[in-house]
């Protein structure tokens, strides 16, 4: 299937021009939509809420932060980004009865739609611009007067102009420069969540995790099996990230290319495979989402058991000391 690619040509910023836009919530992506947005001369204002870190920032930022609801009651365009988990309790608290008539709802993140915790009025536009990078690359890459790309996706058009207020956002946050890929709510929640859960964080973390465990039980000092397990993972994705996964292995070593070819696979198997669709069937019919929520309700008792457990192992304990010893990382 061919992918539908717009750039600023098919993209035009002038369905938000004179239109007020509200972004709810001035955290990561928040902040990067808001300046960005009115850096582009469009109207921003911005639902924080006060006392918290993110509402002094906004006031840093030139913004005069308000309640959710006074906001909403402006905007033609009200963005939440607030997080997945939130988000539903903030839109029928704070948003649903004060939305104006056809006003577009617009997220950066399909969770809270697709599957059904939060519900738009009828004449309401619902459409999504996911950058394809977290919110201090939008902004930076802004700034130097590029964009990151963004996914954009319409889940609901009464108005018919649904595709154009999308559109005109992501060029509204730079977007359009580097190309936007057409997508639907489904597709973006469902392999945004795969992708965090199997590879990008889950599975690189069980990955990195076994691999030190599997050195120190072995005998080798923590400190070494570090270096090799966790630091250096850097130096490969950094690789892939410029060229892919050929790039990467014709830069490493004819040793350590022969070796990523034939033991990869022993560690990754068929079973892994079928263990990863298995995620994917837990992420496709719910089940993963209405776990997560029911933790979020339940005060996050098992979240903070496994948090606290993986944040006291050796390895964490083991890298906390070595970072020290790398005055060129601005260790966390």
């Known amino acids: 299937m061919a992918v539908t690619l717009f750039y600023e040509k098919e993209a035009p910023i002038t369905p938000l021009e004179g239109k007020t836009i509200a972004v709810v919530g001035y955290g990561s992506q928040g902040h990067a939509h808001a300046q960005n947005m009115r850096d582009s001369g469009l109207n921003v204002i911005i639902a924080q809420r006060e006392g918290s870190a993110n509402y002094d920032l906004a006031k840093e930022h030139g913004f005069a932060p308000m309640p959710v609801a ?5 905007a033609d ?4 980004t607030l997080p997945d988990e939130v988000m539903a309790d903030v839109y029928n608290d704070h948003i649903k009865d004060n939305l104006k008539a056809g006003a577009t709802l617009g997220f950066t993140h399909g969770f809270n739609v697709h599957f ?5 009025p009828e004449d309401s536009n619902v459409i999504m ?6 919110g201090h690359t939008v902004r930076s890459e802004y700034v130097k007067g590029g964009g990151v790309p963004c996914l954009v996706a319409i889940e609901k058009d009464p108005s018919g102009e649904a595709q154009a207020i999308g559109l005109a956002w992501a060029n509204g946050i730079g977007g359009a420069k580097a190309g936007i890929i057409l997508t639907t709510f489904k597709e973006e929640t469902e392999t945004d969540l795969f992708g965090e859960q199997a590879v990008l964080c889950g599975g690189v973390s069980a990955l990195v995790k076994a691999g030190f465990e599997t050195l120190v039980e072995a005998g080798y000092q923590p400190e070494i099996a570090y270096f090799e397990c966790l630091h250096e993972v850097k130096l490969i994705v950094d690789l892939m990230y410029q060229g892919g996964i050929s790039y990467m292995r014709y830069s490493i070593s004819n040793t350590a290319e022969w070796g990523d070819l034939i033991s990869g696979p022993r560690v990754v198997t068929d079973e892994t495979k079928a263990e990863m669709k298995r995620i994917l069937d837990d992420i496709t019919s719910g089940k993963f989402a209405e776990g997560w929520m029911a933790e ?20 964490e304990v083991v890298g906390r000391k070595l970072r020290k010893m790398m005055n060129w990382i601005d260790d966390k």
């Open 116 to 120: 059904k915790y939060i519900i738009a």
């Open 296 to 315: 979020h309700k339940g005060g996050m008792k098992k979240f903070n058991e496994l948090y606290q457990k993986d944040h006291d192992s050796e390895i």
């Open 129 to 134: 611009i996911a950058p394809k990078g977290p």
């Open 70 to 74: 006074d906001a909403v009651k402006q």
């Open 77 to 80: 365009l009200v963005i939440l």
